[in-house]
């Protein structure tokens, strides 16, 4: 493993950690629509309450994926698969409700280093 590929697997983790179980509830500039937190940026998406859950435990499923990756690296690829399958239905999100850009590049960039750790 090169070292950018062992520091994107790192920083994706804590990305998403820092957005799901840290600042979940607090408003951010990148928040879709107009949603003062994360459980109403789903709302906003027009998603259904169950979807905030799902999608939750899938990202900080494949982050744990990511970090177990260090100690079994058949973990690395299917943690970055499920992450960029997620990100890339974040940014389709972002565009169903006419985002500005600047709202959705943190997922477009979770959504590249995603693909560099895949291939």
């Known amino acids: ?34 949603a003062p937190n994360l459980k109403a940026e789903f709302a906003a998406y027009g998603l259904p309450d169950s979807m905030f859950y799902i999608v939750g435990t899938l990202k900080i499923s494949a982050a744990v994926l990511l970090l177990l990756g260090f100690l079994l690296p058949v973990l690395i690829l299917p943690g970055a698969l499920l992450m960029a399958l997620l990100m890339l239905g974040a940014v389709i999100m972002h565009f169903k409700v006419s985002d500005p850009p600047v709202r959705f590049v943190p997922a477009a960039l979770m959504l590249l280093m995603s693909l560099v750790v895949v291939f």
Do not use: E, H, K
């Not at 950018?4 to 994706?12: D, H, K, N, P």
């Not at 983790?13 to 607090?26: D, E, S, Y």
């Open 1 to 34: 493993m090169d070292i950018f590929q062992w520091i994107l697997q790192l920083l994706i983790p804590l990305g998403i950690f820092n957005v799901w179980l840290i600042r979940a509830g607090r408003p951010t500039t990148y928040r879709g629509g107009d």
